[in-house]
């Protein structure tokens, strides 16, 4: 007999009929393959929408801030690189 081990935590709530109606509508079209497929999607996109609000984006910079950003990144870059050259000798 084969263990099965579910390797997704199982999460419970509730929302609205209205709400429930329409993800029922979107399975039933195809859409979406089971409430859990529109959950994880749903909140999948949620996260990834948040995050990028939580961090300036590099297009949204000015250019100056850009420009000092590729600055220190090049610093640390050669920085690494001649701390790893010299640590191979």
């Known amino acids: 007999m084969t263990n099965y081990t579910r390797k997704k935590p199982v999460i419970s709530g509730t ?8 993800i029922d509508d979107l399975i ?15 909140v999948s996109e949620y996260l990834r929408e948040y995050d990028e609000k939580q961090s300036p984006s590099f297009s949204s910079m000015s250019e100056s801030d ?13 920085q690494f690189y001649e701390k790893s050259k010299k640590s191979e000798k």
């Open 15 to 22: 929302i609205s009929p209205a709400h429930k109606r329409k």
């Open 28 to 42: 039933q079209k195809g859409e979406f393959a089971s409430v859990s497929d529109f959950l994880n999607q749903a």
């Open 66 to 78: 850009r420009m000092l950003l590729s600055e220190m990144i090049r610093e640390q870059i050669t």
